[in-house]
């Protein structure tokens, strides 16, 4: 009886030895092997502290820490006379140039909670905007002047729950007057007393996806630029001691600006219902549908394709096998470029 017994053990260590087994040992590297699946009489060890504990979600705008405050969006002045008395554009989670009049430019800065200092010279909204900003959300949106009919329109935005309008006209206590110009007023403010007259809704995902950029993708190009009519052309140049890029408006520098990633999207413009004061026909610029994109972060340039199938949902930026393009943590400008205008890098 005894023999026999020492007769099973033995073999059921040949057996054990001998099984197939998956399970490697601790020794062995793990990549070796494909992913190990407990089997189900495997107990879990139970995760430390630090395994359990919940990282804060990224802010989406920037991937970098949350935003600490509802979303506020400022029309910014970029005619050339007004260059020299912009503030806090540098300071923006996201940016978008948009054409406007007579082959000029207008900025719409986000800012979300982190930074308090002025912002202008803030100036007045395009029909355009509410359906570039509806993406975000219930924002409030903050200018200075627009005609009845734009008026109009982002008061029945604002009655649908798109945003939140906080106009100089609206609302004339948030804004300070700074120094005259001969062709305008030029007022200026600041997000959180913006924010606190009417407050609006905090950061979404509206479609930018953070990552590292995979060795070898898109190619090298340390200067851009980009041509949005005969009259404005926007110039681009990597430093690489920074990773951010310098931001040149008709060759001239723009002080303070520095985003991480500049987003080239090609879009199409067509004639609006409305005029500004001197009978130019205001353009419209269409953000929904697909067109071309270019990224630029760290010194290269990526190639891709814009997607925006309704006005409610985000925009995508893919790559040709339908991936996000990843972007770089930091702040992004949105060069809303129109379609048929010229775009170089070197």
Same mark, same amino acid.
């Given at each position: 009886?005894?023999?026999?017994?020492?007769? #099973?053990?033995?073999?059921?260590?040949?057996?054990?030895?001998?099984?197939?087994?998956?399970?490697?040992?601790? $020794?062995?590297?793990?990549? #070796?092997?494909?992913?190990?699946?407990?089997?189900?009489?495997?107990?879990?060890?139970?995760?430390?502290?630090?395994?359990?504990?919940?990282?804060?979600?990224?802010?989406?705008?920037?991937?970098?820490?949350?935003?600490?405050?509802?979303?506020?969006?400022?029309?910014?002045? =970029?005619?050339?006379?007004?260059?020299?008395?912009?503030?806090?554009?540098?300071?923006?989670?996201?940016?978008?140039?948009?054409?406007?009049?007579?082959?000029?430019?207008?900025?719409? #800065?986000?800012?979300?909670?982190?930074?308090?200092?002025?912002?202008?010279?803030?100036?007045?909204?395009?029909?355009?905007?509410?359906?570039?900003?509806?993406?975000?959300?219930?924002?409030?949106?903050?200018?200075?002047?627009? =005609?009845?009919?734009? !008026?109009?329109?982002?008061?029945?935005?604002?009655?649908?729950?798109?945003?939140?309008? +906080?106009?100089?006209?609206?609302?004339?206590?948030?804004?300070? &007057?700074?120094?005259?110009?001969?062709?305008?007023?030029?007022?200026?403010?600041?997000?959180?007393?913006? /924010?606190?007259?009417?407050?609006?809704?905090?950061?979404?995902?509206? %479609?930018?996806?953070?990552?590292?950029? *995979?060795?070898?993708? %898109?190619?090298?190009? =340390?200067?851009?630029?980009?041509?949005?009519?005969?009259? +404005?052309?926007?110039?681009?140049?990597?430093?690489?001691?920074? %990773?951010?890029?310098?931001?040149?408006? $008709?060759?001239?520098? !723009?002080?303070?600006?520095?985003?991480?990633?500049?987003?080239?999207?090609?879009? @199409?413009?067509?004639?609006?219902?409305?005029?500004?004061?001197?009978?130019? /026909?205001? *353009?419209?610029? +269409?953000? @929904?549908?697909?067109?071309?994109?270019?990224?630029?972060?760290?010194? /290269?340039? +990526?190639?891709?394709?814009?997607?925006? !199938?309704?006005?409610?949902?985000?925009?995508?930026?893919? $790559?040709?096998?339908?991936?996000?393009?990843?972007?770089?943590? %930091?702040?992004?400008?949105?060069?809303?470029?129109?379609?048929? &205008?010229?775009?170089?890098?070197?």
């Amino acid at each position: 009886m005894s023999r026999r017994l020492l007769v #099973a053990v033995a073999c059921g260590v040949v057996v054990t030895a001998c099984g197939g087994s998956s399970v490697p040992s601790e $020794d062995a590297p793990a990549k #070796a092997y494909g992913p190990v699946r407990p089997s189900p009489i495997q107990i879990a060890p139970q995760p430390s502290k630090a395994a359990r504990a919940v990282r804060p979600a990224l802010n989406p705008l920037t991937g970098l820490a949350p935003g600490r405050a509802p979303l506020v969006v400022v029309k910014v002045d =970029n005619a050339t006379v007004a260059r020299p008395y912009q503030r806090g554009l540098g300071h923006a989670a996201v940016v978008y140039q948009e054409l406007v009049e007579s082959g000029t430019t207008r900025f719409a #800065a986000v800012y979300d909670g982190s930074w308090s200092g002025e912002v202008g010279p803030i100036r007045s909204a395009r029909e355009t905007d509410i359906e570039l900003l509806a993406q975000y959300g219930r924002i409030t949106l903050a200018f200075s002047g627009a =005609n009845k009919g734009v !008026m109009a329109s982002i008061k029945r935005a604002e009655k649908r729950g798109q945003l939140r309008e +906080v106009s100089h006209e609206s609302v004339p206590r948030v804004y300070n &007057e700074g120094p005259r110009r001969k062709d305008s007023y030029q007022f200026f403010s600041t997000p959180n007393q913006l /924010r606190k007259a009417r407050p609006g809704a905090k950061a979404k995902d509206v %479609g930018f996806s953070f990552a590292r950029l *995979p060795k070898g993708a %898109g190619r090298t190009a =340390n200067a851009a630029t980009v041509d949005f009519s005969d009259y +404005v052309t926007v110039v681009l140049r990597y430093n690489k001691r920074t %990773g951010r890029y310098a931001v040149f408006q $008709d060759g001239r520098p !723009m002080p303070g600006v520095a985003p991480a990633n500049v987003v080239v999207q090609k879009v @199409t413009i067509r004639g609006s219902r409305y005029v500004d004061v001197l009978g130019s /026909r205001t *353009p419209y610029t +269409v953000t @929904t549908g697909r067109g071309p994109v270019v990224l630029l972060r760290d010194g /290269r340039l +990526v190639t891709g394709t814009w997607r925006r !199938m309704t006005t409610k949902t985000g925009t995508r930026f893919l $790559d040709d096998k339908g991936r996000d393009l990843p972007m770089k943590p %930091g702040p992004t400008w949105v060069l809303l470029q129109p379609k048929g &205008e010229r775009l170089t890098w070197g």
